[in-house]
């Protein structure tokens, strides 16, 4: 089967905000305690953070990481995690009927984003706590000093401002699940009173406002519509989540979801762009999407855990093994983004470690890369600059979830120093390779970089602690260029990277 591409210089869709590209730590399972931090751990460095996890997340060069929750932060004092560890209140957390023991806490956090080379995107309670709150947490965070809340950090001792610019205002407030559930009003209110106090202290904040949890809930899109009503003038984005799952098995379908994740995006733009007619306004609310990945193969294990009459400490919840196939869909997602990067400007991948995560860890043990690792790091690495606008022209199929769905999922990036061009591609058929044939206008003398294949025999392998290189990315020759086109042939069930000299 044949694909044809046109490749244009010119035809841009948007510069990629490297945020794109970020990540996700909430205080759930064992992604802070056992997984950024385990004091005891052989490779553990003053401050109690694993450095085998801090080398696979540099790796990764997420630019920013949201903490605390989530669902954890809903129900979460902030002023429990700062002060002497040995003085910390140990609570229980209702979001996911567990022991937290507020031994990691902002400043560790923010200690922690620096040897990662990552920035922080904060989360205020907006659940069971409010705007004072919210306010009292800035404060403590950014301002220098000789007020109540910044002399309290500097006395806990950080002396200098952590500085953090990127904040959200609560987290799924749709959600019945949540703590502290409200409706679209009482949210868009509350949010806009927060983000002008917040604005109060600092105007060149950027400010995140929930948007729905998923496309499936039955308040969806009239949440987005009601709250940007009540705070349009006040955010800078609005959030958005989505989760994918292959229950039944079926791989075609599965992979087709990247197209809901598109109608998704589709959706909201089309609010925001009501909402802002509507007010009248200059200023276009960018979607942060800031919870997305593969969620489903650890379902039944997460009941029985959170089923049982107890309250345990950094219990495995959450902790899916990705295979394969997952490779292929994490792939067909970050394409999406790349796609739709002139409305998605901040994505995080949730999680970063040990939870619904490209990293996994054993306690007093071994780190290791999951098989979704992969695409997520060609895609920050090489996936930043100008996202190019595809004519594509190929064999498609119709599955559940949408008709005429591409068998090549395909996105492009044209590099910041103008310097390199880049394709990433799945081709999402079970049984037929694809022969690409992409044209390139405007990128004369266009050579051969490298060409990287992820692809497998069994769709449900899996990268573990003693076996961590099952699943790998290798380096391939099928790609060439003649005659300004670039051709080459993509196995069946495949991830591919091919980057040029331009």
Same mark, same amino acid.
């Given at each position: ?27 759930l399972g064992r992604a802070i305690y056992g997984g950024i931090y385990e004091p005891g751990h052989p490779t553990a460095d003053e401050d ?17 990481c949201r903490y605390p929750g989530g669902n954890f932060v809903s129900a979460y004092n902030w002023e429990d995690g700062v002060g002497p ?257 002139? *409305? #998605? /400007?901040? =994505? ?5 470690? +040990? %939870? @619904? ?127 300004? *086109? #670039? /051709?080459? =042939? ?5 991830? +591919? %990277? @091919?980057?040029?000299?331009?």
């Amino acid at each position: 089967m044949k694909t044809n591409v046109v490749a244009h210089r010119d035809f841009r869709i948007a510069t990629i905000d490297a945020r794109l590209y970020s990540s996700f730590l909430e205080h759930l399972g064992r992604a802070i305690y056992g997984g950024i931090y385990e004091p005891g751990h052989p490779t553990a460095d003053e401050d109690g953070f694993r450095r085998d996890v801090l080398d696979l997340v540099r790796e990764l060069d997420t630019p920013y990481c949201r903490y605390p929750g989530g669902n954890f932060v809903s129900a979460y004092n902030w002023e429990d995690g700062v002060g002497p560890r040995s003085e910390r209140p140990v609570r229980l957390d209702l979001a996911w009927r567990t022991r937290e023991a507020n031994q990691v806490g902002v400043n560790e956090f923010v200690d922690w984003c620096k040897k990662a080379n990552t920035k922080p995107m904060l989360a205020v309670n907006l659940g069971s706590r409010g705007l004072d709150a919210a306010r009292n947490f800035l404060e403590y965070c950014n301002h220098p000093g000789g007020t109540y809340w910044s002399d309290l950090r500097r006395k806990h001792g950080w002396s200098n401002p952590h500085d953090v610019k990127l904040w959200c205002l609560g987290n799924e407030m749709d959600g019945p699940w949540q703590v502290g559930h409200k409706s679209a009003y009482e949210y868009g209110r509350l949010a806009d009173e927060t983000a002008k106090a917040m604005r109060g202290f600092d105007k060149s904040l950027e400010l995140v406002v929930c948007g729905s949890s998923n496309s499936d809930m039955k308040t969806y899109p009239d949440w987005e519509a009601q709250v940007l009503e009540q705070c349009y003038d006040s955010a800078d984005y609005i959030s958005l989540h989505m989760y994918f799952a292959n229950r039944e098995k079926n791989t075609l379908n599965y992979l087709a979801r990247a197209t809901k994740l598109d109608r998704y995006i589709t959706t909201i733009g089309g609010v925001i762009d009501y909402i802002k007619a509507k007010k009248r306004s200059k200023k276009t609310i960018g979607i942060s999407f800031d919870e997305w990945n593969v969620w489903y193969h650890s379902n039944q294990q997460d009941k029985e855990i959170l089923a049982r009459d107890e309250w345990p400490d950094a219990p495995h919840l959450l902790e899916d093994i990705y295979n394969f196939e997952d490779v292929l869909q994490v792939g067909g997602i970050l394409n999406t983004f790349i796609r739709r990067s002139d *409305r #998605v /400007r901040i =994505a995080c991948i949730a999680q970063l470690v +040990n %939870v @619904i995560a490209p990293i996994m860890t054993e306690d007093g043990g071994a780190a290791w890369r999951q098989t979704i690792y992969y695409p997520f790091y060609y895609a920050s690495r090489y996936g930043r600059g100008a996202a190019l606008q595809l004519v594509v022209d190929g064999p498609s199929y119709d599955s559940d979830e949408e008709n005429e769905v591409p068998y090549l999922d395909v996105s492009a990036v044209h590099s910041e120093d103008g310097r390199s061009l880049t394709f990433f591609a799945v081709n999402r058929h079970p049984d037929s390779a694809l022969d690409l044939d992409v044209r390139l206008e405007g990128f004369g003398g266009a050579r051969l970089i490298e060409q990287v294949e992820m692809t497998h025999g069994d769709l449900e392998a899996v990268n573990t602690a003693r076996r961590p290189e099952t699943v790998v990315p290798v380096q391939v020759e099928s790609a060439k260029i003649e005659d300004g *086109r #670039v /051709r080459a =042939a993509l196995k069946p069930l495949s991830y +591919n %990277v @091919i980057r040029l000299s331009v």
